[in-house]
Every structure is written in C-alpha cells, then in structure tokens.
C-alpha cells in the first residue's frame, strides 16, 4: 500500500515504512534477525526447509546473508554492574583452507551476580598469542574494578594481552590441571604406557591434589590446607623425577604456583572453568559445514549471544538487552 504526496508526486510506502525497511532492502530487520537466529541453531538447508513449511519462499542462501549480517551488528563487552571475574580459553575450530582444526576460537566470559555466565569478548586468531585483539576491546572495563579474578587452562599467551594494563588474580583451572596432563604422559610414554598401573596412579595423585574441600572459612585453616596440597605436589613432582617423566614434570611444575590463587586471596568464585560448556555450545554448529573466519566468527556470534547473553530477535525494536551485548552502528 502506498501513499502519494499530491503537490510532488512523491510515493511513500506505508508497507516499508511500518517495517522499517530501508529503500534498498528487501527483508527488514526483524525478519533478518530471524532467520540470522534460525541458520545458527541449524544448518541452511535445514533452516530453508523449515521457512518452506511456513509458507515462506526463503532460500539458503538469504538465510546465509542474515546470519553473516546479524553476526557483524554484534559486539560483545564486559558488563560493569556484574561480577570482577571470569575465564579466557580458546578451543581449535576448522576454517576452510587451513589444515585440521587451524585456527583458534577465543572466548572471555563474564560471571553475572546471579550465579550464570554471560560472553564478554570472542575473536578467531592463531594459536600463538593474539589474545591483546580480544582484551582491547575490554581493556576500560577491566581497569575499573579494583581487581580482576581470572580462570585460564594455563596459556600463557592469554596474561600477555593484559600484562601490566590489569591487576589479575591468576587462577590455573582445576579442571584442566588432571586433563591436560594425559597429553604430558603421552609424550612420556617411553617411561609410562597409557592405563597402566604407573599412568593410572600418576593420574590419581593429580586428582587428590587438585580436589577442593567445602567449608573452609578461616584464614589458618586455608593456609594450612594450601600447605598440605604444596608439600603433596613437591612430593608428587619429585616422584616424577626420580622416574625420568620429563614432561609431566614441566607440565606440573609450570603450573603449581597458580593451583590455589582463588581460595589463598579468599576470592568468590569457582576455580574450575564453565567455558568448556560454552565451546560445546558454539561447536555444535560451527562444526558443521566449512567456514571462512569471518562466516565461523559470525555464526558463532549469533549462537553465543543467543544462549548466554538474552538476544530475543523476536523483538524487533531492541533485541539486545541492555548491558549484553552491545550493536555496532
């Protein structure tokens, strides 16, 4: 339906107009969210088929555009009214071209005060560092607070992007200190075979020292029982030694002066990480279909902000909650 202006002929759609589409656009912006939204829980073909059952005439490769464009709007930060603490990890995904799983998804993550996590940064860049593009964006928001607790796998390529710039609580994931070990042993295997008696109790002591006890309040009862947990890992790291593990040995000993910062600074907050959950999340679909850096960083976006940061496309004036994520103009 259109209106025309009767003294210069000017036509007006009143259609477009309610939907806010601009004179180029074919699909508005709501309905562009929607579909962005739809090829990022599943893939376009399955998306083009659901639009097919709807009545709607939508193919995969319209579906394909809207996710790339609702991806570019998105621009994650750091909330001020949440929590001073978090993780940074990074997982291998696949990118076309690129042998294997060879280039790397970065993640910052953000506790809220309720107890969830939220994504406060994501980029894709090599494994060797890169992680300053990520904190850059974050980097005011990371000053603020008196103090920043921040839960890594031991990379510490991730501390340069911040060193100097942020006084952070350094806490090592204790759910990464029992795994990434097996790949320490692995490297070790001319001295230990994988499941035998000598790997399995190898693997048993990491276990108990990395084990948290509830109930600790006091400061003399924490300081004892870090003490006890630093004499079990000397004794453990010597043992090691004694039987010529090299690399268990450098795995453990690069990693004990970080096992206990959270519980020493009597810091809230859990010492083992929740972004594994997050990677799980985002590789469900990112590992399916091959993607350029951009397409993977785009559809990984949509799925993120989705799941953990409360986009809701179905409103269509603001989908974004304020204080989540933040569209760039």
């Known amino acids: 339906m259109q209106i025309q202006c009767s003294g210069c002929g000017h036509k007006l759609s009143i259609t477009r107009m309610r939907l806010g589409l601009d004179p180029d656009q074919r699909i508005a912006p709501g309905i562009r969210r929607k579909l ?34 609702t991806g570019e709007e998105i621009a994650f930060s750091l909330d001020p009214k949440e929590e001073a603490r978090g993780e940074a990890d990074g997982t291998g995904i696949g990118i076309r071209g690129i042998k294997k799983r060879g280039r790397e998804l970065k993640v910052q993550m953000q506790y809220m005060k309720g107890g969830a996590i939220r994504v406060a940064g994501i980029d894709i860049g090599s494994y060797n560092g890169h992680w300053n593009r990520l904190f850059k964006r974050n980097l005011k928001a990371l000053q603020e607070p008196p103090s920043f607790f921040l839960v890594t796998d031991g990379d510490t390529s991730i501390l340069d992007g911040l060193a100097g710039k942020v006084k952070i609580f350094y806490q090592r994931c204790l759910w990464h200190i029992p795994h990434q070990p097996k790949f320490a042993l692995w490297q070790d295997r001319a001295k230990v075979l994988r499941k035998s008696p ?68 009597r810091l809230k907050g859990k010492t ?58």
């Not at 659901?50 to 005439?57: E, Q």
């Open 272 to 329: 083992t990480s929740r972004v594994e959950w997050l990677f799980r999340t985002g590789n469900m679909r990112v590992n399916v279909s091959q993607w350029t850096t951009p397409g993977a960083l785009n559809v990984t976006q949509v799925r993120l902000v989705y799941d953990y940061n409360g986009f809701d496309p179905t409103f269509s004036e603001n989908p974004y909650p304020e204080g989540f994520a933040q569209v760039s103009t």
């Open 198 to 265: 000598e790997w399995l109790s190898v693997m048993a002591r990491v276990y108990e020292i990395c084990s948290l006890r509830s109930g600790l309040d006091e400061d003399d009862e924490i300081r004892a029982w870090i003490a006890l947990k630093t004499k079990m890992l000397d004794a453990f790291v010597e043992d090691c030694r004694e039987k010529e593990y090299r690399h268990t040995v450098a795995y453990l000993e690069s990693a004990k002066n970080d096992l206990f910062t959270g519980i020493s600074n």
């Open 36 to 69: 962005g939204l739809l090829g990022a829980l599943t893939t376009f073909r399955v998306a083009e088929t659901f639009t097919v059952t709807v009545g709607l005439a939508i193919n995969k490769m319209t579906i394909w555009r809207s996710v790339q464009r």
